[in-house]
């Protein structure tokens, strides 16, 4: 059964490779709201779950460094990873190749579109997790593990000036979370994804009020 599968996708993560080195905001936690958005997703768009549960349980199973500058290849390493796993231990071997792809593409990073449905949902479920309340939570508690300052002191929000996400930890909401609703694939996904990046706003509206106002003459 995939609910016996799912118990060892779980333990597998738990043990992740010397090599790659976690951040706190691609935990076990992430990953299990990556699982129970794909499931979600899938069943409103009938995907196929025995591609859908192993990519979104597995897709993180290598994670690098924000900064690492081969950031962009943790994708494919996961892929890699998942699918020797998979092998390994007897799974469908006729559906490893499309978990593989779901898996090599859910990363905005590596920017491979997903050719499946089942692409589409893991990747739409794991956007989902960097937007709305939690998508605040994560960015901030990523930001301040790479020890970025919170925000441009001279111009807290990028109104006049280009966002940058490399210099400070607001402009991220501005280079890439806000964009992503646009970039989902799901009707039932970019629906969420509106309603999470409406949060969002209020938030940064609100946070660039009393910045304004915190600020000396």
């Keep these: 059964m995939l ?3 799912e118990a ?5 993560i738990g043990h992740p490779i010397p090599d790659t080195t976690p951040d706190p905001a691609h935990d076990i936690a992430h990953i299990r709201r990556v699982v129970a958005n794909a499931r979600r997703l899938a069943g409103i768009e009938r995907a196929d779950l ?17 900064d690492s500058a081969r950031r962009a290849e ?4 996961a892929a890699e990873r998942a699918g020797a796993f998979l092998r390994e231990t007897g799974y469908a071997p006729d559906l490893i190749p499309a978990i ?8 905005f990073s590596a920017g491979i579109p997903p050719r499946t449905l089942e692409a589409k949902v893991v990747q ?33 929000l990028p109104v006049t000036r280009e966002p940058d996400d490399r210099r400070n930890v607001i402009d991220h909401f501005y280079v890439k ?3 992503l609703p646009d970039m989902m694939h799901t009707t039932a996904g970019r629906r969420e994804g509106e309603r999470r990046a409406r949060l969002m706003r209020v938030y940064l509206e609100e946070l660039g009020r009393e910045l304004t106002e915190s600020q000396l003459p």
């Design 3 to 5: 609910s016996d599968w």
């Design 50 to 66: 025995a591609i859908v549960l192993p990519a979104a349980w597995l897709h993180d199973c290598v994670v690098l460094p924000k």
């Design 124 to 156: 739409d479920a794991d956007r989902l997790d960097a937007l709305g309340a939690i998508g605040i939570a994560r960015t901030l508690l990523l930001g301040g593990t790479m020890g970025k300052p919170l925000y441009d002191t001279d111009e807290p």
């Design 100 to 107: 593989e792809h779901a898996i090599v593409t859910h990363s």
């Design 74 to 77: 943790a994708s494919q390493l």
């Design 8 to 12: 060892r996708f779980e333990q597998f």
């Design 177 to 179: 979370l806000l964009k």
